[in-house]
């Protein structure tokens, strides 16, 4: 839970290792998720409130602070009512990412039902992907740690770097269309 708040903690890592402790038969499995899925519910909820409750008053008090005018916030609050639901689902997979996509969403108004929709099945599919992983890489596991440390930080790299181009080029195209 506190990891998805955004507490240092490496949340892949003990869920794998979760899933290696059901291999090795010191965990049972159902117990295992449902703890895994309860935790990261209760993080991405909590996170969700603190940007609800805290995140948009900020913003729109101190946002000139750290030039954050109110039109950019009004467009980014309008950005994440049309395609910030596949953000909230797929920003758990990316490290630094996932800590921040419940509050924006909070602090951009986005509704409970429609956040809760995303969020709790992106973390779903987020924590049992971990804990799956460690359970089927097994004694490969403590071998490949390192390795997969630096894989998951080049792959949420890329990915980042994949949705920035997305955006550069949208804005680009729209500026040209516009012209």
């Given at each position: 839970m506190v990891g998805i708040v955004g507490l240092p903690i490496p949340d892949e890592v003990v869920l794998m290792f979760a899933g290696y402790l059901i291999f090795k038969g010191y965990f049972h499995p159902l117990p295992t998720a449902a703890t895994a899925i309860i935790g990261t519910y209760c993080g991405i909820t909590?996170?969700?409130?603190?940007?609800?409750?805290?995140?948009?008053?900020?913003?729109?008090?101190?946002?000139?602070?750290?030039?954050?005018?109110?039109?950019?916030?009004?467009?980014?609050?309008?950005?994440?009512?049309?395609?910030?639901?596949?953000?909230?689902?797929?920003?758990?997979?990316v490290m630094g990412v996932?800590?921040?996509?419940?509050?924006?969403?909070?602090?951009?108004r986005v509704r409970f039902r429609i956040f809760a929709l995303f969020a709790y099945s992106g973390g779903l599919f987020w924590a049992l992907s971990?804990?799956?992983?460690?359970?089927?890489?097994?004694?490969?596991?403590?071998?490949?740690?390192?390795?997969?440390?630096q894989v998951f930080l080049i792959g949420s790299g890329l990915m980042i770097l994949a949705v920035a181009a997305f955006f550069i080029c949208r804005h680009f195209f729209r500026r040209k269309l516009a012209s």
């Open positions: 909590v996170s969700y409130s603190l940007g609800r409750g805290a995140g948009f008053l900020l913003l729109d008090r101190y946002g000139h602070l750290l030039r954050v005018p109110p039109e950019r916030l009004a467009r980014v609050q309008a950005w994440f009512h049309q395609m910030g639901r596949w953000a909230i689902f797929f920003g758990y997979f996932r800590h921040l996509t419940a509050m924006t969403a909070g602090a951009s971990y804990i799956f992983l460690g359970y089927f890489l097994g004694e490969e596991l403590p071998k490949l740690s390192p390795e997969l440390r």
